[in-house]
């Protein structure tokens, strides 16, 4: 609270909680806004218990995650309106249902799966060291999911609120899954290459049929088995044991062998170091030092952004897939201005046409 009152020296909250004084309705409607709750959680006798409305696989310190963000539930409920609007547009377009969704089970082997992604996806070793940066490649990866039905959502911000940065030490991704309407869902304040390992993890979510929003950390093994056999599945997907196994030379310096890989599968360093101890090049309490070592020498690399053009920012935020069906949808007289607008989290309809333009939208 302390924090908070710090933050907004105009709120009154200790006073309020202490009697002093009555907030008024005005006064309430403005703290719900800073707050970002419904005003009418105030006239509760006690807090409302918000739960997350998908299967949550995340875990610290193998304890659940009890209480989400407003922010993680907006976005959740924001991907679900628009899943839920392709799902009735595939339907009108009498769609197949998308072959792969609920096609294995967990009970097969993580290689022998993952094996069957890369040759859905075309998604090749050799394909992404020819590429000069992570961003390429993941730009690519998801062009390589969106290809196969899937919609994949990048964003740092709830909606197109710049002001309501997302976390990625709460959650890193998220699948809904839908035969007509796959989604995922990245969190696009994490790094590009930690990014390419969420995405495979929660594809690997999808080929067993599941929803759920995970952590898609690299960092433990998790306790729950449906996370621990899709972080698998991640990870021979992006770093095969018998591709590390053939590029890994062992060095005295870890870090240059850990960049030089990282450079060859476009995944985080991380993810790399996790691999050479899978393959057994490293003992266990060399994993776990040389791991917290590489954290704390990312952590040094501050983030930036250059922002980048609004409407490519726009289309990767809500799936250039989901794009393209709904602008055609709308100026096909099929689906309403004002519904488009307001998935898109657009106000104009300059924008609408112009990010029609980008998507590949004839307008």
């Not at 969420?198 to 960092?219: K, N, V």
């Not at 393209?324 to 924008?351: C, D, H, P, V």
Request: aromatic share 10%; with cysteine.
């Amino acid at each position: 609270m302390d924090s908070f009152v710090d933050k907004h020296p105009k709120v009154k909250l200790r006073a309020w909680l202490e009697g002093e004084v009555q907030p008024t309705l005005k006064q309430l409607e403005s703290f719900a806004n800073t707050t970002r709750a419904p005003i009418g959680y105030f006239f509760l006798s006690k807090p409302p218990k918000e739960s997350i409305p998908i299967p949550d696989f995340r875990t610290v310190a193998d304890r659940v995650i009890a209480r989400p963000s407003p922010d993680l539930l907006d976005t959740i409920y924001i991907c679900q309106q628009r899943q839920e609007w392709f799902r009735e547009y595939a339907r009108m377009a009498h769609e197949p249902p998308i072959q792969f969704i609920g096609s294995v089970s967990r009970s097969e082997k993580p290689e022998v799966v993952a094996g069957q992604m890369r040759e859905a996806l075309g998604f090749s070793i050799a394909e992404r060291s020819q590429m000069g940066t992570w961003a390429q490649a993941r730009r690519r990866f998801i062009e390589q999911a969106e290809n196969n039905g899937v919609m994949v959502m990048v964003n740092g911000v709830v909606g197109s609120n710049n002001n309501r940065k997302l976390d990625p030490d709460e959650f890193r991704g998220f699948a809904l899954c839908d035969p007509l309407a796959p989604l995922i869902f990245l969190n696009g304040s994490d790094t590009q290459s930690a990014q390419m390992f969420t995405l495979a993890h929660e594809l690997a979510h999808l080929w067993i049929g599941q929803t759920a929003l995970s952590d898609a950390s690299m960092r433990n093994i998790p306790s729950n088995k449906v996370e621990k056999w899709c972080n698998q599945v991640a990870a021979e997907l992006l770093v095969p044991l018998s591709a590390i196994t053939e590029h890994y030379r062992v060095t005295d310096n870890l870090t240059n062998e850990l960049n030089r890989l990282a450079k060859i599968f476009k995944v985080s360093t991380l993810v790399i170091l996790r691999r050479i101890y899978d393959a057994k090049k490293m003992q266990r309490e060399q994993f776990w030092a040389a791991y917290d070592e590489e954290v704390q020498r990312l952590r040094t690399f501050a983030r930036s952004s250059s922002g980048g053009n609004f409407y490519n920012t726009t289309a990767a935020r809500v799936s250039k897939r989901f794009a393209r069906a709904i602008i055609s949808s709308t100026l096909e007289g099929r689906a309403s201005f004002t519904e488009t607008l307001r998935l898109l989290g657009f106000k104009k309809l300059k924008a609408l046409h112009d990010l029609g333009r980008t998507v590949g939208v004839e307008i």
